[in-house]
């Protein structure tokens, strides 16, 4: 089993819709959580930022983290086509330097 | 926020060269920097750790001798790809913390270097 799973997709759905996310991980001593989004050719950019488990919002976007079930959520309300992009999760532990990515979920926003 | 400069963003070169890549942390001090490699439709890849005045930490299977990192000041890391074979085209990226490198700050990413080689 791989560290962190997460579904390559890809995702497509229409402008406006609520976009839903998902990874589960195995390593329990994860706790630190993020959400990347990378444009094609791009390095990957930092959307969302957690620790522990809980829920944090910053506009459209919604990051969700359930320690207990080992899975993390990105929720996007209202997507835009300019939110058609690759969304990495990314995860590591309090000593961890390096962090652990899923393979990413493809997304496209159709007008 | 902080800001990872990678430079060039492409390098076509050819069988047998050899290949620099420069990751500069622009607004910030980086005792740390790793480097990913990323081929298409695949998840970043943690190739080595850049310390800065120190040896490299490199992962498990990357070639030290093939992937050389020098991380001579605390804003900049070099990675050289030598004696480059087209299996090592692929998409270079770097990446810092601000502060502490521990899990408990996010890494930033430069833009990334697209090699090829022929």
């Known amino acids: 089993q791989k560290e962190v799973e997460q579904d390559p997709g890809p995702l497509s759905v229409p402008e406006g819709a609520i976009v839903s996310l998902n990874c589960t991980y195995s390593n329990s001593a994860f706790q630190y959580f993020m959400w990347y989004r990378q444009y094609s050719r791009k390095g990957p950019e930092l959307l969302m930022y957690t620790y522990s488990s809980g829920n944090k919002e910053d506009g459209r976007f919604t990051a969700q983290v359930d320690k207990s079930s080992k899975y993390i959520s990105l929720f996007i309300r209202d997507s835009q086509p300019s939110d058609s992009a690759t969304y990495l999760c990314a995860m590591s532990g309090r000593s961890q330097g390096n962090l652990i990515f899923g393979k990413g979920t493809k997304l496209s926003v159709k007008p | 926020g902080a800001v990872v400069s990678q430079h060039p963003s492409w390098v076509i070169c050819k069988s047998g060269t050899s290949v620099k890549i420069e990751c500069r942390s622009l607004?910030?001090?980086?005792?740390?920097m790793f480097w990913y490699r990323q081929f298409p439709k695949q998840s970043l890849m943690l190739m080595a750790t850049s310390n800065e005045g120190s040896k490299a930490t490199y992962e498990q299977g990357v070639e030290k001798d093939k992937f050389l990192i020098n991380h001579a000041s605390l804003t900049l890391s070099t990675l050289t790809v030598t004696s480059a074979h087209p299996e090592d085209s692929s998409f270079y990226i770097c990446?810092?913390?601000?502060?502490?490198?521990?899990?408990?700050?996010?890494?930033?990413f430069g833009n990334g270097t697209r090699l090829t080689v022929t």
């Open positions: 607004d910030f001090q980086a005792t740390t």
């Open positions: 990446s810092a913390r601000v502060g502490a490198d521990r899990g408990n700050s996010p890494l930033h």
